[in-house]
């Protein structure tokens, strides 16, 4: 079992930037594909982004690609995201989860994630 813990959110101007991250308790965060997913007030859980254990492999919600980047340190138990010149629509609480798998593949979907965090908000003003 893994335990997550988002940080690094908060309230930045459209055109800025963020690097959230996401500590996993445990030694056996190598072990994890991790992802990224948001939610805005009134929509469902989106995804983000996500990263397969090693690291060497990454995969991008369209609406993100080229502004957000993921990616992992599995020495610190920890997975980021990058977000760069940030738009009013990004606004939302960014979770991370974790789904225990070893190899290639990376997870869009939510219902693939067995671990989740509480979130942090990031809100983008105008």
């Known amino acids: 079992q893994v335990q997550l813990v988002e940080s690094g959110g908060g309230v930045v101007q459209a055109g800025g930037s963020l690097r959230l991250s996401c500590a996993a308790s445990?030694?056996?965060?190598?072990?994890?594909?991790m992802g990224w997913f948001r939610q805005a007030p009134g929509e469902e859980r989106r995804f983000v982004a996500a990263i397969n254990f090693s690291g060497a492999r990454t995969y991008y919600a369209d609406s993100v690609k080229g502004r957000f980047t993921i990616s992992r340190d599995n020495a610190k138990n920890t997975v980021y995201l990058q977000i760069n010149n940030l738009k009013p629509e990004d606004t939302a609480v960014y979770y991370c989860?974790?789904?225990?798998?070893?190899?290639?593949?990376?997870?869009?979907?939510?219902?693939?994630?067995?671990?989740w965090g509480q979130g942090t908000q990031v809100t983008v003003s105008s």
């Open positions: 445990g030694r056996t965060f190598d072990t994890y594909a």
């Open positions: 989860a974790a789904r225990n798998s070893r190899g290639d593949s990376v997870y869009t979907g939510a219902n693939y994630y067995a671990y």
